[in-house]
């Protein structure tokens, strides 16, 4: 496909009209992705049913080592999938990578999707969490799209602080007794997933380059996730009070 236009060109120093394109094919590949996400949960539990999951979670999810194995399985697809959507030879290749993460990220979403809709409780957290994400994800891609600001200051926090997440997470996985991810948690997860769409947004518009809109979405799409099961988990935890 041709745009009329080098692709290769930076967004920073591309026309205004190209960066208007470059922006536009990336949400609309976000907002692509992210339908593709609910209909993939959609099907998996139109298919399977809550019950059949719950009963699934309980016989096989229930051991700190088999959700690290699901985290390293995990973990391994995002790279992956982060290496393919940044390939600059093959937009084949790069739809690829944008499908495999939105794959892997549904999956992961399956055991907190199965709780919030088998409980009473839970009843209305999984649309009160979307809304409240796309709220604020909206008010954070504003903020940066309009101030232009570079917020890539913020790299190595987001790196440092997703390592520490993750170290907190095997931890709680390997001892349960020793520590709880409790609210506090939540809020630090929140937080980082912020600082990640600022981030990723400028980086879009100052680092990307106009070929890059696959991957920019891709970048996009993981902070949204990462931000609505954690809003989740929130209300969540806040309703089992």
């Known amino acids: 496909m041709s745009y009329g236009y080098d692709l290769s060109t930076p ?50 999810l229930q051991s700190g080592w088999s959700s690290l194995l699901i985290m390293g399985a995990f973990i391994g697809s995002g790279y992956l999938a982060r290496s393919w959507a940044q390939s600059r030879t093959s937009m084949a290749m790069q739809y690829t990578g944008l499908g495999l993460y939105v794959l892997a990220q549904a999956l992961i979403f399956v055991p907190i999707l199965a709780v ?24 954070l891609t504003t903020a ?51 600082a990640a769409i600022l981030y990723t947004t400028s980086n879009i518009i100052h680092h990307y380059s106009l070929d890059m809109h696959v991957a920019a979405a891709l970048e996009l799409f993981a902070a949204v996730a990462m931000l609505f099961f954690y809003i989740l988990r929130i209300l969540m935890q806040l309703r089992s009070r």
């Open 144 to 194: 940066a799209l309009v101030t232009r600001k570079d917020f890539s200051f913020l790299a190595p926090i987001i790196s440092i602080g997703g390592f520490l997440l993750l170290g907190v997470i095997v931890v709680s996985m390997i001892f349960p007794n020793f520590i709880g991810l409790g609210l506090w948690f939540s809020f630090l997860a929140v937080g980082l997933a912020a």
């Open 11 to 60: 967004v920073a120093y591309a026309r205004p009209d190209e960066r208007a394109a470059f922006v536009r094919r990336t949400y609309l590949h976000l907002a692509g992705a992210i339908l593709a996400f609910v209909a993939v949960e959609a099907a998996i539990f139109s298919f399977f049913g809550t019950q059949n999951i719950m009963r699934f979670m309980m016989t096989y």
């Open 116 to 139: 919030a809709n088998a409980y009473p409780q839970f009843q209305g957290v999984i649309p009160m969490a979307g809304i409240l994400t796309l709220c604020l994800f909206g008010g």
